[in-house]
Nanobody
Framework: QVQVVESGGGLVQPGGSLRLDCKAS????????MSWYRQAPGKERELVAT???????NYADSVKGRFTISRDNAKNTVFLQMNSLKLENTALYYC????????WGQGTQVNVSS
């Protein structure tokens, strides 16, 4: 049974940090490109960051220098370290696994508010 489960969201003040975790199971994690997406209220879902099977990373321009994506294949987990958070980073953050198949998690809510 495939599972993709995000965790680590919460309420944080502007300028603060959060780390999101995405734990996967039911497929060969190391063979999958892993991505973080987010969807803010009233907006379309957008790509935040991607990490390839080999560890190459790509980021949306809006998060470059503040967010870091990483993966631990031994733990079947991908991480998103978010620093210097801004009000506009408030969103539901989703994890996506991509190969021939695509698997999505249910999301974890991040609220940036003073």
């Amino acid at each position: 049974q495939v599972q993709v489960v995000e965790s680590g969201g919460g309420l944080v003040q502007p300028g603060g940090s959060l780390r999101l975790d995405c734990k996967a199971s039911g497929f060969t994690f190391s063979f999958y490109r892993m991505s973080w997406y987010r969807q803010a209220p009233g907006k379309e879902r957008e790509l935040v960051a991607t990490i390839s099977t080999g560890g190459s990373t790509n980021y949306a321009d809006s998060v470059k220098g503040r967010f870091t994506i990483s993966r631990d294949n031994a733990k079947n987990t991908v991480f998103l370290q978010m620093n210097s958070l801004k009000l506009e980073n408030t969103a539901l953050y989703y994890c996506k696994a991509s190969n021939l198949n695509v698997y999505w998690g249910q999301g974890t809510q991040v609220n940036v508010s003073s």
